[in-house]
């Protein structure tokens, strides 16, 4: 399947979910970072979803029943712009490269909406993703409203686009998961490359620094998010992103980062130290988390729930706890009361995509949702150790967290992110060698 044939087939589908409607989806804006320079541009995922169109000031049309049809409004050729920005497709180019039935200048838009929604029952539309477009969504509707006399109708209901192109969004297809992998390889050699510089005196952000150029050397367009560089007592913060302290001799060091590739996300996280060598309480509560993420991924596989893997995750974190002296008390007991949260506070894991932290509900109606194959998750135990009286010092600033993405696949899973080393013996033998 190329790149262009899964954009038409999830076209497809959508058209035979909307029926005899319209669908409309705008890309995202560009974004001012100060007064003459942007933000490096990202498109909207659910507009990329659909077209694969990377520009900004685009917006994708999809006309159902009995013969569906594809309209893309875009930025017309300019050859200043392009002087100055780089190329444009233009409506021209991009109805042949982007397999659109019809494409017109993004001018065009107010004038053509109306027309387009004229007779239809409903409009499926992100109603609430951004008041600009819904006042505009609105002009639109009303000026159909003002063609009444005329005999022309007017749509009675808007329907939420993102929640049906949100269970498409769940199960990858096969161009997906090739763009996961390759996104994962990336990202998995520069988890690779960070163990074998760290040395104790670097600054957390020169271990950043050989990430970001190992992303960048393999052809990843950006970081799928700020990357975490969490050195000792940083590595109790979840969202630590400031990545300026020393690293010393005997902090463990929590990396949590991931490139995105072709608009698709990959999401690691191992933590190893920086001396090269685990011992003590650091690597006891390590294996431990290591065997909870053992037993976390053993429960991800067609049929199990989305909170199997955490369930799983909980019981061995819990019983660990125990065993080293952080709790006491029965395991299922600590687990009703929630007792693991004070050194385990999030889930385990989460979907993963287009983005991050993926589209997708997690469940309904009191019950987790199922996983099925082509279903994306992170795994991602973890134990965060802060100081505290009723805690042995030998615990304390403690962070660690063990991170992979897991494709449901036909009877069990497979992990897209199993080249990066996590056991003690794997993770020690690369650090010594050059």
């Known amino acids: 399947m190329t790149s262009m044939d899964a954009y038409i087939a999830r076209r497809a589908r959508l058209a035979a979910k909307i029926g005899d409607a319209v669908a409309i989806l705008a890309t995202a804006p560009e974004r001012a970072r100060n007064r003459d320079s942007h933000y490096p541009y990202r498109f909207d995922s659910y507009f990329y979803y659909l077209t694969g169109f990377t520009e900004p000031e685009a917006v994708y049309v999809l006309i159902g029943g009995s013969e569906p049809r594809s309209l893309l409004f875009c930025r017309s050729k300019n050859e200043e712009r392009e002087i100055w920005d780089g190329f444009r497709y233009g409506p021209q180019g991009a109805r042949a490269a982007f397999a659109m039935d019809e494409t017109f200048p993004i001018e065009a838009l107010d004038e053509q909406m109306p027309k387009l929604l004229g007779d239809r029952d409903r409009v499926f539309f992100s109603l609430g993703a951004d008041p600009a477009w819904d006042m505009r969504l609105t002009s639109w509707l009303n000026a159909v409203r003002a063609m009444v006399r005329t005999g022309v109708r007017a749509p009675s209901e808007v329907v939420d686009l993102r929640s049906h192109l949100d269970e498409m969004r769940l199960v990858k297809d096969g161009y997906e998961l090739e763009t996961m992998r390759k996104a994962a390889a990336i990202s998995a050699g520069a988890h690779r490359r960070a163990m074998r510089t760290v040395r104790p005196g670097m600054h957390e952000y ?229």
């Open 206 to 434: 020169e271990i950043e620094a050989e990430i970001l150029h190992e992303f960048a050397r393999h052809g990843a367009q950006a970081p799928a998010y700020t990357s975490i560089v969490a050195g000792g007592a940083n590595a109790c913060v979840l969202h630590y992103v400031t990545n300026r302290c020393v690293l010393q001799d005997n902090d463990l060091l929590l990396i949590d980062a991931g490139c995105e590739l072709d608009g698709y996300a990959s999401d690691i996280t191992r933590t190893f130290p920086v001396g090269g060598r685990f011992e003590g309480q650091r690597k006891a509560l390590y294996e431990i988390v290591l065997e909870a993420q053992r037993q976390a991924i053993d429960a991800v596989r067609p049929g199990a729930s989305f909170n199997d893997p955490h369930a799983a995750a909980v019981r061995v974190l819990t019983q660990g706890l125990v065993d080293v002296g952080l709790l006491g008390g029965e395991v299922g007991g600590l687990i009703e009361s929630g007792a693991y949260r004070r050194f385990y506070m999030h889930r385990t894991g989460h979907w993963l995509g287009l983005d991050v932290h993926d589209a997708g509900d997690y469940g309904s109606e009191g019950k987790w949702k199922p996983l099925v194959e082509g279903m994306v998750l992170t795994v991602e135990p973890g134990l965060y150790v802060r100081p505290a009286e009723d805690i042995p010092q030998a615990f304390w600033n403690i962070g660690i967290r063990i991170e992979d993405d897991v494709v449901v696949t036909a009877s069990a899973n497979e992990v897209l992110t199993a080249a990066v080393p996590k056991s003690v013996s794997d993770i020690e033998a690369l650090m010594r060698s050059d």
